[in-house]
């Protein structure tokens, strides 16, 4: 027997009412949403002011069906293009799961780019707003795929913390799930918050975003080294994973944001 320590057993469904049920993973979305709405309402105010509460009231909307579609479809085309191009129908089966960040990431790039033309808000400001908050949903996410018992770790029979995951075998395996809530979540936000409480930080528009992305590129690509790569993936170019690569875009855009002020 090799020790591990004991996962959790945390049904994933907080209720169940007939055919309908409420999930944790279907929460943390909810969760991370309301509450980076709430702070973003007092981000935006502050000096300089890019926009107004009640535009951040509106622009919920469009954040959720950025996140919601373009988690999806960026699940189906980056992950399993083919599965899903052979019964298109699974597409719109969320509840079966699959979600990505990175696609999750470019529907609400669309979705805040086509709000603030709309009601001319400066882009890279608001941006900068939305920056410090979406680690808020990353780390709630994270938790609920460990409460789901899904996208764990590496073997790791030497890590005294390793855990046997149900669907995960026999082995020991890191909690990735928990190290990603708290590089991409939490240490994120910190970051970033604290930041945003600086003046000559806010000023330059885009630095906020530049540190997002650079410091989200880095802890996504320091976690996978952690994570098992999914089983119909694996290790992809130079043993890199796919959240790997799909980071690296991100890591450059962060970059010439934080170089461009």
């Given at each position: ?34 509450l ?10 502050m ?37 899903f191009?052979?019964d ?5 089966q ?16 669309i ?25 808020i ?5 994270r938790?609920?795929?460990f409460?789901?018992g ?23 395996r ?5 190290y ?20 000559s ?31 119909f ?13 799909l ?15």
């Open positions: 027997m090799i020790p591990a320590l004991l996962f959790p057993q945390i049904d994933p469904v907080i209720v169940q009412i007939g055919p309908f049920g409420i999930r944790w993973y279907a929460m943390a979305y909810i969760a991370g949403l309301v980076g709405w709430r702070l973003m309402r007092r981000l935006v105010v000096p300089p002011s890019v926009a107004t509460p009640l535009q951040v009231d509106d622009f919920l909307t469009w954040a959720t069906l950025g996140v919601v579609l373009g988690g999806r479809l960026g699940y189906v085309f980056f992950y399993q293009p083919s599965a191009l052979a298109p129908v699974r597409i719109l969320v509840w079966t799961g699959g979600m990505s960040f990175h696609g999750g990431m470019l529907g609400v790039a979705a805040t780019v086509w709000f603030c033309r709309r009601n001319a808000i400066p882009l890279l400001g608001f941006a900068d707003r939305i920056a410090v908050v979406a680690p949903g990353l780390c709630f996410g938790i609920a795929n409460i789901n899904e996208l764990w770790g590496r073997e790791a029979p030497d890590v005294p913390w390793a855990m046997a995951f149900p669907y995960g075998g026999p082995i020991p890191h909690p990735s799930q928990l990603q809530a708290f590089l991409e979540g939490a240490l994120l936000f910190a970051v970033v918050f604290i930041a945003s409480r600086r003046d930080i806010r000023e330059q528009a885009g630095l906020l975003t530049g540190i997002f992305l650079t410091g989200y590129a880095l802890a996504r690509i320091v976690g996978e080294f952690f994570r098992e790569p999914d089983a993936l694996g290790f992809l170019f130079a043993g890199a994973t796919m959240g790997q690569l980071s690296v875009p991100m890591l450059a855009a962060g970059i010439w944001l934080m170089r461009r002020r």
